[in-house]
């Protein structure tokens, strides 16, 4: 008997261990699939939902457009064959397995600033976690010689250099929680920061005044992050940004542009934990800014408004088209239609987010906190861009709020994009 349990003993041991491994495994799978809805990888790499990662969505660029890469498990297509250092390259190098260099679309900048254990962890979660699909990726529609891929080591080396995130000591863990996580993963930079040149962003982390400090793409302005002004988030609480980022609203304002596929697809899925991680961040990178200068409602717009009497041709176009929903007083209807007195996207010195919502409409977040989804109208079809500049100046000058005026020029710009 005793010599029978001698020899088991080694089975049961591999056997033991063998459950181990596959709980770890399961356990990364889990870590990685979050990390991966941190990131928003499936903003980019989806362009049909019954094909998750398999890429193909078009992005516009000013030198053409690009299409992301399929990401999925495929050996084919995808990066099934991929190794955890061909992963980690790409993911932080912007260098594919073979060789060829990725598109900065690809916030790699961002992500260079990842530990090892969440590299790994997305690693075995695209491995084993994704459905393999089979799709080939596409080629860029950039006309030669600017579709060439060498100059973009060229690219890389003079503005992505990224070093792993380090924690600041002299902050608490919450605090450096959120930094890693806006700085690396939520890659806010992105869209937030201004670019330069070369479209690099010029700022990747808090040690810089331009870091956050709004940013211009594709028609659609995101704003500063980080000062006290009308048009930025400083005035808000913790408990504001917590609710806008889990459900795409507040009772300031709601998202916008691509901001509304960011909350749906990747901030609605955080943690309360890594929420408030990245609130109480946002809110440091306003220490010592002082308080905003906000506007002082005098009631003169709302009284004109409310008797019928609008004062200026914009002010009669926000009375036919607006009011039924934003109300003559400007503050809309809570959690449903967004209130425009003080909105950052009514208030930017750059006005484009507000002309293109005017031109194109738009909608809420459908989270599950907030599933309805509301949608703005289009106007764009129905005034023209000296009624659209009109509108917006009025917005822009109403209810006691000061911000510079809008040309139909700038309107006439963004018209077609």
Known sequence: MKFAIRLLLPLLATLALADLARAEDTAAVDRGRYLARLGDCAACHTSDPARPF????????????????????????????????????????????????????????????????????????????????????????IPWPLNLRWPLGLWSALFAGGERYRDDPQRSAQWNRGAYLVQGLGHCGSCHSPRGWAFQELAQDQGDARYLGGGTLDGWHAPEL??????????????ELVAFLKTGHNERTAAFGAMVGAVQNSTQYFTDE?????????????????????????????????????????????????????????????????????????????????????????????????????????????????????????????????APRVSAAQVAALRGR
Not at 97 to 106: E, F, I, K, S, V
Not at 226 to 239: I, K, N, Y
């Open 54 to 141: 398999a890429g193909g969505l078009r992005m516009n660029t000013p030198i053409g457009a690009i299409y992301s890469t399929n990401i999925t498990p495929d050996p084919l297509s995808g990066i099934g064959g991929y190794s955890l250092a061909d992963f980690a390259r790409a993911l932080r190098e912007g260098r594919a397995a073979d060789g060829h260099w990725l598109y900065p679309a690809m916030p790699y900048p961002s992500f260079a600033k990842l530990s090892d254990a969440d590299v790994a962890d997305l690693y075995q979660y695209f491995q084993q976690g994704v459905q393999p699909q089979q799709q080939a990726n596409r080629k860029a529609d």
């Open 274 to 402: 890594d929420l408030r991680a990245v609130a109480g961040y946002l809110k440091s990178l306003g220490e010592g800014s002082g308080a905003p200068d906000l506007a002082r409602d005098d009631g003169l717009s709302y009284r004109a408004l409310a008797a019928g009497q609008p004062a200026s041709t914009g002010a009669a176009l926000y009375l036919d088209n607006c009011a039924a929903c934003h109300r003559s007083d400007g503050r809309g209807y809570r959690n449903t239609f967004p209130q425009l007195l003080g909105n950052s996207a009514v208030l930017g010195n750059d006005p484009s987010s507000l002309i293109s919502i005017i031109l194109k409409g738009s909608r809420m977040a459908v989270t599950e906190g907030a599933p309805t989804g509301l949608r703005m109208p289009d106007f764009g079809w129905r005034l023209d861009d000296v009624q659209v500049a009109e509108l917006a100046n009025f917005l822009r000058q109403a209810w006691g709020q000061r």
């Open 226 to 239: 980080r000062s006290a002004t009308a048009s930025g988030l400083q005035q808000w609480s913790e408990a």
